[in-house]
């Protein structure tokens, strides 16, 4: 079975930088999509960015779009989450998840495979 497993979270300062990583490892597919997605506490799991293969491109979140920026490496298996301009209200655990094939809109029941989860704090 594929295993995804993200690296890359920790505590950085209001305005600051995260990369965020997802490397597959284990049975690998050839995924319609991967993404991110990110739970506060208390709050529902929500959608943070996608990159897709088979229709290409990428999508985000209108409270990240132009700070946050998915990318990936094909020949390794990993997808990044490149943050920029952080704010306190991105504080949350963020999740990288995958999908063999398109379900309908990014949300959290469209996607096959979840990692364990990163936590990113921001401080304000």
Do not use: H
Not at 34 to 47: I, L, S, T
Not at 105 to 112: E, G, H, I, L
């Amino acid at each position: 079975q594929v295993q995804l497993v993200e690296s890359g979270g920790g505590l950085v300062q209001a305005g600051g930088s995260l990369r965020l990583s997802c490397a597959a490892s284990g049975r690998t597919f050839s995924y319609y999509a991967m993404g991110w997605f990110r739970q506060a506490p208390g709050k529902e799991r929500d959608f943070v960015a996608a990159i897709s293969w088979s229709v290409g491109g990428t999508t985000y979140a209108d409270s990240v779009k132009g700070r946050f920026t998915i990318t990936a490496d094909n020949a390794k298996n990993e997808v990044y989450l490149q943050m920029n301009s952080l704010k306190a209200e991105d504080t949350a655990i963020y999740y990288c998840a995958a999908r063999r094939s398109y379900t309908g809109p990014y949300v959290p029941t469209s996607f096959d495979y979840w990692g364990q989860g990163t936590q990113v704090t921001v401080s304000s």
